[in-house]
């Protein structure tokens, strides 16, 4: 009776190990665009992957799934309120970094940060952008340099701002000489 027992134990297991190794043609074969969300897809039309816009982080709209198998999130919507004006930029207070204003992926804008490195440690601003610089000063001008200033009214000269700094120093011309000369580095304001 035991060896009809492990006989019939042998040829259980046997009948199993055949079963499995039998091909009965069913695979899973991941691909964009079978309507199944398979990994390393977002979405798969018109399956989601039960997201929505919200789950986004938008305040509401219509998800979309694009043929690439990604959100598509242009129909979603956001009531944000934008706290920078995109395309400004300003110094981080530290003088090591700076921020720029971009407009993020809900449409709302923010500040990123980028750190200055070496050889560029310093954040400065000059013509109204921020950017990193290897001096702690912008390179505005050079000290002692003179000119009158674009719409031709004032004479400016280049010194130092208490830091040390070089920036132009204004000195409008009186309104009856309201034109700015400079000839051989010396000012003179004339009537038109």
């Known amino acids: 009776m035991r ?14 190990s055949t079963a499995c190794e039998e091909d009965d043609g069913w695979h899973f074969n991941p691909v964009c665009g079978n309507g199944a969300v398979d990994e390393g897809e977002e979405c798969d039309a018109p399956s989601l992957g039960g997201k929505t816009c919200a789950h986004l982080g938008f305040t509401g709209g219509m998800l979309g799934c694009t043929l690439a198998c990604t959100y ?20 981080q207070s530290t003088g090591d970094a700076f921020e720029s204003c971009v407009v993020a ?3 709302c804008t923010l500040w990123i ?4 490195e070496a ?12 950017l990193c610089n290897e001096d702690a000063c912008a390179p505005v001008c050079t000290i002692g340099a003179r000119r009158c200033n674009e719409d031709g009214t004032t004479r400016q000269i280049c010194q130092a701002d208490v830091d040390g700094c070089p920036e132009w120093d204004s000195s409008p011309c009186p309104e009856e000489l309201p034109v700015c000369e400079l000839v051989e580095d010396v000012f003179s304001c004339n009537a038109m």
Not at 113 to 116: E, F, P, Q, R, V
Not at 119 to 130: I, K, R, Y
């Open 113 to 116: 940060t980028t750190a200055c």
């Open 72 to 91: 598509n999130t242009s129909e979603c919507t956001s009531d944000c309120t934008d706290i920078c004006t995109e395309g400004l930029s300003r110094c």
């Open 119 to 130: 050889p560029t440690p310093f954040c400065v601003t000059l013509d109204g952008e921020s």
């Open 105 to 107: 992926w809900n449409g």
């Open 3 to 16: 060896k009809t027992m492990i006989l019939m134990t042998f040829l259980v297991l046997g009948a199993l």
